[in-house]
């Protein structure tokens, strides 16, 4: 009994700090969230003390199990040392090894001239979850799985296409983040037209590297025309990014994107707690602040989640990185031109600029600091100064959303397959004008089979 009693005062009080914490990590407030975080840590090795401690009291030799136990907590200090060393000289990446484990691994290979790109010929079916559960650490929501497919060239094509009547260039909206194969704008599209649509979208790319795209692979395919979709949330400060990557020598540089994320990012304890955080959302559960709540519409009382794009304000660095960015799309302009290539830009809109008139958000949320970007009218009266074919179907989206649809994911970022049809219908329409799409069709090949 008296061991019992030694047992009871160790993992009572840390059986205390659970339950808080579980209650704590059902409270909808930041204030909440943030102290379950700092607590959830101080409970890992707290736990294991606790766990200790009883052992040891409950031993009938509690001197030696007491040594024992010291030489144990060492050994794991030592190798938890040796392994977070490992990740700090480059030699693993812990980060990488969780996503496989996970089935979320994202077969990236490094590139000497563009940065990065997706490994070639790569085939994946999986449960994924989404960009803003990813970010926050909470578990998939979607129960169907998504089926990935790249081609040899390492973009997101399930048929390799020798010949494209048409080629998509952008990034993870037009890669169909967080859509299957058979959901993407490009694959509709070929679909609704019976041409070859090449899709060479990459996630992370921005206008600079698409530049390089289009002047690449693009090119090759011999296309009638390009459609370059420019995304509002993230290709300025992709263009940046890939700029001061140029400022390194090419031997450097072809390290790639995965020997250039940070210690912090391969860090074992970094990506341990993020397992355990994942496995343990029964019990502490997470969520995401920056949500809102459908008020219209068969959707309404469903939880919409925004990623942080609208928290950015718009600086003399972002009206910066615009000119550069126009000055780059001028450069795409007078290559196709002299190509004989025909060029559409198509306006992506980050999703809280459709969203935001249609949802309620809590008194206390971030979400109500946020502002947009003065960008889809700069980038009409580029289009117009350029004399350049330009689509934004934020209004299209906007109405969508009124008539009860949802063009965007409720849990991820990106366009949902209702986005992608929206698009692909309003691009057959606008590729029916004569003149755009002249000549015979080119081939479109069969699927190929397997990876």
């Given amino acids: 009994m008296r061991a019992l009693g030694r047992v009871a005062r160790w993992l ?52 030696t199990a007491a040594l024992r136990a010291a030489a144990l907590t060492l050994g794991l200090l030592l190798g938890l040392a040796l392994l977070e060393l490992a990740a700090a000289a480059r030699m693993v990446d812990w980060d990488v090894i969780a996503r496989v484990v996970r089935g979320e691994e994202q077969h990236y290979v490094p590139d000497p001239d563009i940065g990065f790109r997706h490994a070639p010929s790569t085939h994946q079916v999986s449960r994924l979850r989404s960009d803003v559960e990813t970010a926050w650490g909470l578990p998939a929501s979607r129960s169907d799985r998504i089926t990935v497919t790249f081609d040899r060239r390492g973009y997101r094509n399930p048929t390799e296409l020798e010949r494209a009547d048409l080629v998509f260039i952008g990034d993870s909206y037009v890669e169909g983040d967080y859509a299957s194969d058979d959901e993407i704008a490009s694959r509709l599209l070929q679909a609704r037209l019976g041409r070859p649509v090449a899709n060479l979208g990459v996630a992370g790319y921005g206008t600079a590297q698409e530049l390089l795209v289009l002047k690449g692979d693009a090119v090759a395919l011999g296309p009638k025309a390009v459609l370059w979709f420019f995304y509002e949330g993230n290709d300025l400060y992709n263009d ?77 660095f972002e009206r910066y990185r615009w000119e550069r960015a126009k000055q780059t799309l001028r450069d795409a302009a007078a290559f196709t031109r002299e190509h004989g290539i025909g060029l559409i830009l198509i306006y992506v809109p980050i999703k809280f600029r459709v969203y935001r008139d249609f949802v309620e958000t809590p008194p206390d949320s971030e979400i109500r600091t946020w502002t947009l ?33 949802m063009p965007y994911a ?21 590729l029916a004008s004569p003149g755009e799409l002249s000549g015979p069709p080119g081939r479109v090949d069969g699927p190929r089979r397997g990876p």
């Fill in 12 to 63: 009572a009080p840390v059986a205390l700090l659970w339950a808080l914490l579980a209650i704590l990590a059902r409270v909808p407030a930041t204030w909440a969230a943030t102290v379950t975080d700092l607590l959830f840590i101080a409970a890992l090795p707290l736990t294991f003390l606790a766990v200790v401690g009883a052992v040891v009291g409950a031993s009938a030799r509690p001197r």
């Fill in 240 to 316: 940046h990014d890939f700029e001061n990557s140029l400022l390194v020598p090419p031997e450097v540089r072809a390290l790639g994107w995965a020997g250039q994320r940070s210690w912090w990012h391969r860090s074992l304890l970094h990506n341990a707690h993020a397992q355990l955080r994942l496995l343990m959302f029964p019990l502490v559960p997470r969520y995401c602040p920056h949500f809102g709540i459908v008020r219209m519409g068969p959707h309404r009382g469903r939880t919409v989640l925004f990623g942080p794009e609208a928290a950015f304000p718009w600086t003399d």
């Fill in 373 to 405: 970007w003065p960008l889809p009218e700069l980038f009409q009266q580029f289009c117009r100064a350029e004399g350049l074919t330009c689509f934004d179907p934020t209004e299209p989206f906007r109405d969508l959303v009124r008539r009860g649809g």
């Fill in 410 to 430: 409720f849990a991820d970022s990106h366009w949902s397959p209702e986005g992608h049809r929206l698009v692909a219908e309003r691009l057959v329409g606008m």
